[in-house]
């Protein structure tokens, strides 16, 4: 059974550090190491939380470096 709830963990802070104006640099690292942790954890709805910042690209290195990518097509 995995973690649904961390989906508004990662969101919250994400948003926070959007709402910061932290550089690319910091969110990609920062959000990197949250997206590993909560994946220890079992976090299950990864790609509920990608979608909202598909536009982001420091978000999405985030993602793909824990080998979570948006499905094509």
């Known amino acids: 059974m995995g973690w649904g709830s961390a989906y ?3 969101n919250t802070v994400a948003d926070a ?5 932290a550089t690319d640099e910091i969110k990609e690292k920062t959000l ?3 997206i ?4 220890a954890e079992d ?3 990864e790609l509920d939380s990608l979608q909202p910042y598909l536009d982001d690209p ?7 470096a824990n080998d979570i990518t948006w499905p094509e097509g």
């Open 8 to 10: 508004s963990l990662f």
């Open 43 to 45: 976090w299950d709805t």
């Open 58 to 64: 420091a978000i999405v290195r985030a993602f793909a």
């Open 17 to 21: 550090l959007i709402e910061a104006n």
């Open 32 to 34: 990197t190491t949250v």
């Open 36 to 39: 590993a942790r909560l994946q």
